[in-house]
T-cell receptor, first 116, second 114 residues
């Protein structure tokens, strides 16, 4: 079974520029998550989708971050404009439960973003 | 956001030794997950615990869901060099409505020497 795919793996941009990350979850997984992991810390949830709807975006900085999952499969996360403190690894994860009944989340390799 | 406290923060052990680490929270959780993260990779799920008091094994790994629902423990027996990495606990809270929002711990960095 193919895992969660993410691209790009690495991205370097200047502050105030825009950037987008892409995620393709495990086939059949209804729930998709985006996490931000700052160096030395555990992942922090940014947004959770169930199919193509947003379930939780309470920790997403909505003035600069946006995410979509239009067809309930793959997803994009965008930052516009980027700040220095956005430098982090952005992880995508998916889980099978359509109704939240499976809590086992499987992670992609992440995109390492460096903002200069 | 809240993070769970893990201890120790880091540890150096010799190959063949057993390892113990724990995760504590001020809040109750009804699911605990343990992940391992290698450099440059995403976290990989090791063990999932769904019931207070539950003890679950996966090869040389054993994890327990604390009776109070506020802690969990992970043990690794007979460590080998490939056990090197960062181990994260993650808890799923009660009454989260959407059910599957995880809170991650601060991580335990494990180094294994020959």
């Amino acid at each position: 079974e193919a895992g969660v795919a993410q691209s790009p793996r690495y991205k370097i941009i200047e502050k105030r520029q825009s950037v987008a990350f892409w995620c393709n979850p495990i086939s059949g997984h209804a729930t998709l998550y985006w996490y931000q992991q700052i160096l030395g810390q555990g992942p922090k949830l940014l947004i959770q989708f169930q199919n193509n709807g947003v379930v939780d975006d309470s920790q997403l900085p909505k003035d600069r971050f946006s995410a979509e999952r239009l067809k309930g499969v793959d997803s994009t996360l965008k930052i516009q404009p980027a700040k220095l403190e956005d430098s982090a690894v952005y992880l995508c994860a998916s889980s099978p439960g359509a109704s939240g009944d499976s809590y086992e989340q499987y992670f992609g390799p992440g995109t390492r973003l460096t903002v200069t | 956001g809240q993070q769970l406290n893990q201890s120790p923060q880091s540890m150096f052990i010799q190959e063949g030794e057993d390892v113990s680490m724990n995760c504590t929270s001020s809040s109750i959780f009804n699911t605990w997950l343990w992940y391992k993260q290698d450099p440059g990779e995403g976290p990989v799920l090791l063990i999932a615990l769904y019931k207070a008091g539950e003890l679950t094994s996966n090869g040389r790994l054993t994890a327990q869901f604390g009776i109070t629902r506020k802690d969990s423990f992970l043990n690794i027996s007979a460590s080998i060099p490939s056990d090197v990495g960062i181990y994260f606990c993650a808890g799923l809270g009660i009454n989260t409505g959407t059910a599957s929002k995880l809170t991650f711990g601060t991580g335990t960095r494990l180094q294994v020497t020959l």
